[in-house]
């Protein structure tokens, strides 16, 4: 009895090595040994080397591809719902910057200092103004050519050798605003674009005023500039509640404001006059850029 049912399981063991032997070794030892003759013996008769092996690694290649685009359209299915959760209704606009050119004549870690090189200017015919970074810079004159600039140096040299052109490269910033209010944004940066050239525009009239004491052009000039830019802001003042662009278009009206002054106080063929609004003139500008820019 013991040697029939000994005999039994070593039968039922044979039985079920013969059926994994039958169907997964040998079809897997037949389909290398095809691969084989088809990579070695059949594909080099009908195509170069490289080719055939092409042939061959493409097989794994494909069954690669198509998993990776199936991950990738997962991917960007994913990036597009992250996309649409953080689209929360706020836009950006970069504002428009600007370049302009001054000549600085000197620099003091004392403020007092500066302004005794301010009154010095003022004995020779010259304007000056004070600009605080990071030390209180003394300059005179500002240009948005550097052509016209140069012109002036030579002036300047005349009194202050070691005088020297100043370049300031002014960036936007970028501000947040509500996408409803796009129309409104779209203004604000059109006002922008015109208050830079009208700084521009006049900065170049101011220089001929300093130097014949006639402000006519100067004060034509300003004033329709002024007048332009007060009826766009109209269009836009109280249509915004809160926030960057809220706050951008109030500062842009001050700034309006303060050269409406400069305009009331110049007197032709007043030195004082002239030389105490360009001063008011330049420091505007400067607060302007530090609006366009974000400064404190």
Same mark, same amino acid.
């Given at each position: 009895?013991?040697?029939?049912?000994?005999?039994?399981?070593?039968?039922?063991?044979?039985?079920?090595?013969?059926?994994?032997?039958?169907?997964?070794?040998?079809?897997?030892?037949?389909?290398?040994?095809?691969?084989?003759?088809?990579?070695?013996?059949?594909?080099?008769?009908?195509?170069?080397?490289?080719?055939?092996?092409?042939?061959?690694?493409?097989?794994?290649?494909?069954?690669?591809?198509?998993?990776?685009?199936?991950?990738?359209?997962?991917?960007?299915?994913?990036?597009?719902?992250?996309?649409?959760?953080?689209?929360?209704?706020?836009?950006?606009?970069?504002?428009?910057?600007?370049?302009?050119?001054?000549? @600085?004549?000197?620099?003091?870690?004392?403020?007092?200092?500066?302004?005794?090189?301010?009154?010095?200017?003022?004995?020779?015919?010259?304007?000056?103004?004070?600009?605080?970074?990071?030390?209180?810079?003394?300059?005179?004159?500002?240009?948005?050519?550097?052509?016209?600039?140069?012109?002036?140096?030579?002036?300047?040299?005349?009194?202050?050798?070691?005088?020297?052109?100043?370049?300031?490269?002014?960036?936007?910033?970028?501000?947040?605003?509500?996408?409803?209010?796009?129309?409104?944004?779209?203004?604000?940066?059109?006002?922008?674009?015109?208050?830079?050239?009208?700084?521009?525009?006049?900065?170049?009239?101011?220089?001929?005023?300093?130097?014949?004491?006639?402000?006519?052009?100067?004060?034509?000039?300003?004033?329709?500039?002024?007048?332009?830019?007060?009826?766009?802001?109209?269009?836009?003042?109280?249509?915004?509640?809160?926030?960057?662009?809220?706050?951008?278009?109030?500062?842009?009206?001050?700034?309006?404001?303060?050269?409406?002054?400069?305009?009331?106080?110049?007197?032709?063929?007043?030195?004082?006059?002239?030389?105490?609004?360009?001063?008011?003139?330049?420091?505007?500008?400067?607060?302007?850029?530090?609006?366009?820019?974000?400064? @404190?």
């Amino acid at each position: 009895m013991r040697r029939t049912r000994r005999s039994s399981k070593k039968s039922n063991v044979n039985k079920w090595a013969n059926i994994f032997v039958f169907f997964v070794v040998a079809p897997a030892v037949a389909i290398l040994i095809s691969l084989g003759l088809v990579k070695y013996l059949l594909l080099p008769q009908f195509m170069p080397d490289k080719e055939a092996n092409s042939v061959i690694d493409n097989v794994s290649k494909d069954t690669d591809q198509n998993q990776d685009e199936e991950n990738s359209g997962k991917n960007n299915e994913e990036n597009s719902e992250n996309s649409n959760n953080n689209n929360s209704g706020i836009a950006t606009y970069k504002l428009d910057g600007m370049n302009l050119f001054s000549i @600085q004549v000197g620099s003091f870690s004392s403020n007092d200092n500066a302004e005794k090189l301010v009154n010095q200017l003022k004995e020779n015919n010259l304007d000056g103004y004070i600009v605080d970074q990071e030390s209180y810079k003394v300059f005179t004159g500002t240009f948005f050519s550097k052509e016209e600039t140069e012109t002036y140096l030579e002036i300047v040299r005349e009194t202050y050798n070691d005088a020297f052109i100043k370049s300031f490269d002014i960036n936007g910033s970028t501000i947040k605003y509500n996408v409803n209010n796009k129309q409104y944004m779209d203004i604000v940066a059109i006002i922008i674009s015109d208050l830079n050239n009208a700084f521009g525009q006049e900065s170049s009239l101011w220089t001929d005023a300093l130097k014949n004491g006639d402000v006519q052009a100067v004060k034509e000039t300003m004033t329709n500039n002024n007048e332009k830019l007060s009826n766009q802001i109209l269009g836009v003042k109280d249509k915004v509640s809160g926030g960057e662009l809220d706050e951008l278009i109030n500062e842009i009206e001050n700034k309006l404001n303060q050269r409406k002054e400069v305009v009331n106080n110049l007197e032709t063929n007043n030195i004082q006059s002239i030389n105490s609004s360009y001063v008011k003139f330049n420091t505007i500008l400067f607060e302007y850029m530090k609006v366009i820019t974000k400064q @404190q």
